[in-house]
Structure formats: C-alpha cells, structure tokens
T-cell receptor, first 111, second 116 residues
C-alpha cells in the first residue's frame, strides 16, 4: 500500500487480557519501529527491526511486551496481561535509509 | 544517555505572531535531526529534516529550523503563525554514534495553540 497500515485503529481490552497490534509497513522498507505515545510523554521508543539483524528491544518497558516481524514485512506487537498503564497510542513506522513514515496508530484502552 | 529535550511544553500564540520552539539533544558524533507535526486527530507528518550541509533547513508550510552544532540545538521557527498551525510538534534525533542503532528518539513534544 501507499502508507503504513495499523490495525485495529482502536482496541478496548480488560485488564489482564493479552492484545496483539498489527503493522503493515510500506513495501520495500527494511526498517520497522514501534513507539508508544502517551499524554505528556511524547513518543517512547519500544523496538526496532532492521532487515535480518537482531531487533533492538531496548525500549520495551517490561517482559510483558514482545514483537515479531515475519518475513521482513508485517509486524505484531503483543502485550500480555495488560495493565491500565499500558493505555496509550501505539505507533508503527517504517523506513528506507533515513526517511520515516508513520502509521495512524492503534489506540489501546485497558479498562 | 542519549536524549532529546523540548523545553516548551505548551505554547499559546496569536495569529501572525512569530514562533520559535526549542530542541536540544545530547548525542555524540554525527546526528540526523527532524521535526514532526501532529495535527489534531491525524498521524505524524514530517515538517523538515537535517542530515548535512546548510544548517538552515526549510520545510513545508513556511517552517524552518537551524542546526547549531555548538549548542546541540535544532530550534524550529516560523515568522508568522496561522490558526491552522495549531498542533503538537515533536523534535527527533537519530545517530549511529557509539554503536547505537539507527533508532529515532523523540522529545516530549510541544503543544502549540494559535488563537485567531
């Protein structure tokens, strides 16, 4: 597609449930990033995939968070045993070289 | 630690006023610098970027930014703001210095409200 696609756009889940967020990057973009955007916190880096290299997971806030990127394309961010503090907008971006394109995000609400 | 600071968290201006939003970073080595804008209800859009060359960078919608290496700064400016500039503005930096991966680190953002 023409842009980075994220699904779902909104997700409401109960505390303690697991959620999966999906990102379809721009075709041909070798790098994929996940960020979390919370009110007053800016954009917090979570994880970065670059080609076949080991991902940079240094931003994941706890072991409840994990991400995969299959076939160098689609990525899934999984949050296990969700907590209320996980409520945020989760943004995905892809890039080729140093141009970054962001998706519209998934707004996660944990109730 | 590598970080990006935006000291203005909330700015309120009248139309036609001049704008300057501060951005400072703490990285060594070569950096790439970006300003992104997020209009209400929309996704992040690139305003401008600096990789090398002329430190004064022109972006879309009349915005510009100046890279001052000695001050580790990349402030965003616009001579005359419009109501439609109401948005949140994010400064971002990436660097390969010290073996860091090419991840983009953002500041906490500045919320700009322009009053008609």
């Amino acid at each position: 597609g023409a842009g980075v696609s994220q699904s779902p756009s909104n997700k409401v889940t109960e505390k303690g449930k697991d959620v999966e967020l999906r990102c379809d990057p721009i075709s041909g973009h070798t790098a994929l990033y996940w960020y979390r955007q919370s009110l007053g916190q800016g954009l917090e880096f979570l994880i970065y995939f670059q080609g076949n290299s080991a991902p940079d997971k240094s931003g994941l806030p706890s072991d409840r968070f994990s991400a995969e990127r299959t076939g160098g394309s689609v990525s899934t961010l999984t949050i296990q045993r969700t907590q209320q503090e996980d409520s945020a907008v989760y943004l995905c971006a892809s890039s080729l070289m140093t141009g970054y394109t962001f998706g519209s995000g998934t707004r996660l609400t944990v109730v | 630690a590598q970080s990006v600071s935006q000291h203005n968290h909330h700015v309120i201006l009248s139309e036609a006023a001049s704008l300057e939003l501060g951005c400072n970073y703490s990285y060594g080595g070569t950096v790439n610098l970006f300003w992104y804008v997020q209009y209400p209800g929309q996704h992040l859009q690139l305003l401008l970027k600096y990789f090398s060359g002329d430190p004064l960078v022109k972006g879309i919608k009349g915005f510009e930014a100046e890279f001052i290496k000695s001050k580790f700064s990349f402030n965003l400016r616009k001579p005359s703001v419009q109501w439609s500039d109401t948005a949140e503005y994010f400064c971002a930096v990436n660097s390969n210095y010290g073996g860091a991966t090419n991840k983009l680190i953002f500041g906490t953002g500045t919320l700009l409200a322009v009053q008609p």
